[in-house]
């Protein structure tokens, strides 16, 4: 079996920096592509970013040149640095992906809770 783990999230002021992880431990047979996902209570969880296998990323456009996704694959974890945090950047953040175990089996996490104050 696989097990996601997000932390990293925590309360900080507009303009602070947070890094979140994401990392799976276990039977993993395969780490593909990754996404960060950003969800706000009555809203639809929406994509932040994602990293494929080959580094290739995507960024949302609120977040483009204040996030930086990345990843260590012999850590099977991926990281998502957050710069210059806004307000509007508050909720509860999910890795999401392609994790293949080696009996099929991948619990995914709970998130981790980002709060931005002005």
């Known amino acids: 079996q696989v097990h996601v783990v997000e932390s990293g999230g925590g309360l900080v002021q507009a303009g602070g920096s947070l890094r979140l992880s994401c990392a799976a431990s276990?039977?993993?047979?395969?780490?593909?592509?990754m996404g960060w996902y950003r969800q706000i209570p009555g809203k639809q969880r929406e994509l932040v970013a994602s990293?494929?296998?080959?580094?290739?990323?995507v960024y949302a456009d609120s977040v483009k040149g204040r996030f930086t996704i990345s990843r260590a694959n012999a850590k099977n974890t991926v990281y998502l640095q957050m710069n210059n945090l806004k307000p509007e950047d508050t909720g509860r953040y999910y890795c999401?992906?392609?994790?293949?175990?080696?009996?099929?089996?991948?619990?995914w996490g709970q998130g981790t809770q980002v709060t931005v104050s002005s």
């Open positions: 999401d992906g392609h994790i293949v175990s080696v009996d099929g089996t991948v619990h």
């Open positions: 990293i494929g296998s080959d580094g290739t990323t």
């Open positions: 276990g039977t993993v047979l395969h780490f593909m592509s």
